[in-house]
């Protein structure tokens, strides 16, 4: 079979998932023998291209697969006209195979994306000692909301101030980008850019903000160096991150919601609980989902899980139980290796494509 990826981009932040999901499909797929071009006017088979909703062109003439995500009960942005015209559409998740059959009337595959084992392998982790810190890390992206960085600060400053909070513990945001207005102070400070290295917060007990740009393998160092895995995510397409991390056996707190439905619960983990939140745009309401997005109103989303008291409860319950957190950890590495790696992921493309030859 010969493939033309219509779409090869690279970048962090929010193009960052889907970047990373071409590279990696690539290379699952060449190592399962198909051939991987990228200019159109060669010959192939078929195309596909892994790209936001609104950003998709259809090529004419052969069959074009559309491989496509969303965080929340609505596209925060819409798919394109040419959508109607894909042969098919991929997601990552159930949850987003829901969203899009309001908008797209064609067949619907569900292909998870995959973490890579051998360069996330099991890791065998140990209860902080006497004098080690209680690292708590969160991966993400603190530009907007949606990753819940905000909530797991709030969070992290109530725990201190109700006097519950470990002397141990600490938090390592590790992110990408610092654009946000409430995260540009913790980049500059009289007029001194602090970083591209693990800094402590101003005003913020335990805690540090980590922007530097890792390899893949200092990446996986990290997870190792940590304790539990906070993502209070608001919502998400599949989340790598969490991926990555439960596949190391670090223990995993995340909002159980959206893609999380299709791989995390309390037998691997630690959920937040989480309800849903009704919009006030409904089309009842005579205000479409698209009207609101334009006028920068934000879809629903799944607020509970990024409530204080969860996120505190949550970290209380892996501290106080660390031996039953670790083995929480390692159900959920046997379970992502088995089930969700980039290999499995390619076979299940794969298997997909094929009917559309």
Same mark, same amino acid.
Request: a negative charge; aromatic letters at 12%; charged letters at 20%.
């Given at each position: 079979?010969?493939?033309?990826?219509? !779409?090869?981009?690279?970048?962090?932040?929010?193009?960052?998932?889907?970047?990373? #999901?071409?590279?990696?499909?690539?290379?699952?797929?060449?190592?399962?023998? !198909?051939?991987?071009?990228?200019?159109?006017?060669?010959?192939?088979?078929?195309?596909?291209?892994?790209?936001?909703?609104?950003?998709?062109?259809?090529?004419? @003439?052969?069959? #074009?697969?559309?491989?496509?995500?969303?965080?929340?009960?609505?596209?925060?942005?819409?798919? =394109?006209?040419?959508?109607?015209?894909?042969?098919?559409?991929?997601?990552?998740?159930?949850?987003?195979?829901?969203?899009?059959?309001?908008?797209?009337?064609?067949?619907? *595959?569900?292909?998870?994306?995959?973490?890579?084992?051998?360069?996330?392998?099991?890791?065998?982790?140990?209860?902080?000692?006497?004098?080690?810190?209680?690292?708590?890390?969160?991966?993400?992206?603190?530009?907007? @909301?949606?990753?819940?960085?905000? *909530?797991?600060?709030?969070? &992290? $400053?109530? &725990?201190?101030?109700? @006097?519950?909070?470990? $002397?141990?513990?600490?938090?390592?945001?590790?992110?990408?980008?610092?654009?946000? +207005?409430?995260?540009?102070?913790?980049? &500059?400070?009289?007029?001194?850019?602090?970083?591209?290295?693990?800094?402590?917060?101003?005003?913020?007990?335990?805690?540090?903000?980590?922007?530097r740009v890792l390899p893949v393998r200092e990446l996986a160092q990290l997870y190792n160096s940590a #304790?539990?895995?906070?993502?209070?995510?608001?919502?998400? @397409?599949?989340?790598? +991150?969490?991926?990555?991390?439960?596949?190391?056996?670090?223990?995993?707190?995340? =909002?159980? #919601?959206?893609?999380?439905?299709?791989?995390?619960?309390?037998?691997?983990?630690?959920?937040?609980?989480?309800?849903?939140?009704?919009?006030?745009?409904?089309?009842?309401?005579?205000?479409?989902?698209?009207?609101?997005?334009?006028?920068?109103?934000?879809?629903?989303?799944?607020?509970?899980?990024?409530?204080?008291?969860?996120?505190?409860?949550?970290?209380?319950?892996?501290? *106080?139980?660390?031996?039953?957190?670790?083995?929480?950890?390692? $159900?959920?590495?046997?379970?992502?290796?088995?089930?969700?790696? &980039?290999?499995?992921?390619?076979?299940?493309?794969?298997? !997909?494509?094929?009917?559309?030859?």
């Open positions: 079979m010969k493939l033309l990826f219509a !779409v090869n981009t690279w970048g962090i932040g929010g193009s960052f998932g889907f970047s990373l #999901h071409i590279l990696k499909m690539r290379q699952a797929l060449a190592a399962l023998g !198909v051939e991987i071009i990228t200019d159109p006017s060669e010959p192939y088979d078929l195309a596909v291209s892994i790209i936001r909703p609104d950003y998709f062109r259809v090529l004419p @003439g052969k069959p #074009h697969l559309f491989f496509t995500a969303c965080e929340f009960s609505e596209p925060t942005v819409f798919p =394109s006209e040419d959508a109607k015209h894909a042969t098919a559409l991929l997601v990552p998740c159930q949850h987003n195979a829901d969203v899009f059959s309001r908008y797209f009337a064609g067949n619907i *595959h569900v292909v998870p994306e995959g973490v890579d084992e051998k360069l996330f392998p099991y890791f065998e982790r140990q209860a902080p000692g006497k004098d080690e810190s209680f690292r708590v890390l969160f991966n993400g992206n603190l530009d907007d @909301g949606r990753k819940g960085g905000g *909530h797991a600060i709030s969070a &992290w $400053r109530a &725990w201190a101030a109700s @006097g519950r909070m470990p $002397r141990s513990a600490e938090l390592h945001l590790k992110t990408s980008g610092l654009r946000a +207005p409430d995260f540009q102070y913790f980049a &500059w400070l009289n007029g001194t850019f602090i970083g591209p290295l693990p800094v402590a917060l101003p005003g913020v007990p335990s805690m540090c903000i980590d922007n #304790h539990v895995f906070l993502s209070a995510t608001l919502g998400e @397409g599949f989340n790598l +991150p969490a991926v990555e991390a439960l596949s190391t056996g670090l223990p995993t707190i995340l =909002s159980l #919601h959206t893609a999380a439905l299709d791989y995390f619960s309390a037998d691997i983990g630690f959920p937040l609980a989480s309800f849903y939140q009704v919009p006030f745009w409904r089309e009842e309401r005579g205000i479409t989902a698209e009207a609101a997005v334009a006028a920068g109103i934000p879809p629903d989303y799944y607020g509970s899980a990024s409530e204080e008291d969860a996120i505190i409860a949550a970290l209380e319950e892996v501290y *106080h139980g660390y031996d039953e957190a670790l083995a929480r950890g390692r $159900r959920a590495s046997e379970k992502i290796r088995q089930k969700f790696t &980039w290999e499995i992921a390619a076979r299940k493309f794969l298997s !997909v494509a094929e009917r559309y030859l």
